[in-house]
């Protein structure tokens, strides 16, 4: 069912840290994720994905870690600029078969300047 | 511009009345999705579909269908038996070859008075 109320957890972050989002995925099947951010009234766009047979990876700023064995996922983002802020999201899916992918709750970030 | 193309932006609906919600890409993805996003939650799927003529139910698919006749395009369905309808809709396509991140339209937002 839904859950009424639930309100976005929300990182406040000073402009030049870093930033770190983390997530809790539910299927021990999944073996891609993916991180998305959107930004307010716009679809989700996607950041960066990783596959299950990796522990890291890393974009321009961003790097993703995942953790299979306690089923987390998180996502770094460096020198946090003011244009980061958004709500992120990360996904999961089941490689082969039909292709659902499954969103978390999300996080908003808002960055201080 | 390769892209998805969500219409219309903004919707109003009395109650009772089905709404059909546009989805349309150039993209020649076969995958597309629809998802619901509701204030401060994350997005839940509605419906995906792999290939033409072919769709399967999301997590939550009461109230709502959909109909793959082209490859481009995905039409949603909110109908009078959708208990609450107001929300943010998303569609998304994605290629079928594998895993990879979904491609998110601008959203439709509907409103029922």
Not at chain 2, 19 to 31: F, G, K, R, Y
Request: charged share 20%; with cysteine; net charge neutral.
């Amino acid at each position: 069912g839904e859950s009424v109320g639930l309100h976005l957890p929300t990182l406040s972050v000073q402009e030049g840290d870093n930033s770190i989002i983390n997530c809790a995925y539910s299927n021990s099947a999944s073996d891609y994720f993916i991180w998305y951010k959107q930004e307010s009234g716009k679809g989700p766009q996607f950041i960066i994905d990783i596959r299950s047979n990796m522990d890291k990876r890393q974009g321009q700023r961003v790097t993703v870690l995942l953790n299979k064995t306690v089923k987390h996922l998180s996502l770094q983002i460096a020198a946090t600029q003011p244009g980061d802020s958004a709500v992120y999201f990360c996904a999961e899916a089941v490689s082969g078969g039909y292709q659902k992918v499954t969103f978390g709750t999300g996080t908003k970030l808002q960055v201080i300047p | 511009d390769g892209g998805i193309t969500q219409s219309p932006k903004y919707l109003f609906r009395k109650e009772g009345q089905n709404v059909t919600l546009s989805c349309e890409q150039n993209l020649n993805h076969d995958a597309m999705y629809w998802y619901r996003q509701d204030p401060g939650q994350g997005l839940r799927l509605i419906y995906y579909s792999q290939i033409v003529n072919d769709f399967q139910k999301g997590d939550i698919a009461e109230g709502y269908s959909v109909s793959r006749e082209k490859k481009e395009s995905f039409p949603l369905t909110v109908t009078s038996a959708q208990k609450n309808p107001t929300a943010f809709y998303l569609c998304a396509s994605k290629n079928g070859a594998g895993t990879g991140e979904l491609f998110f339209g601008e959203g439709s937002r509907l409103t029922v008075l």
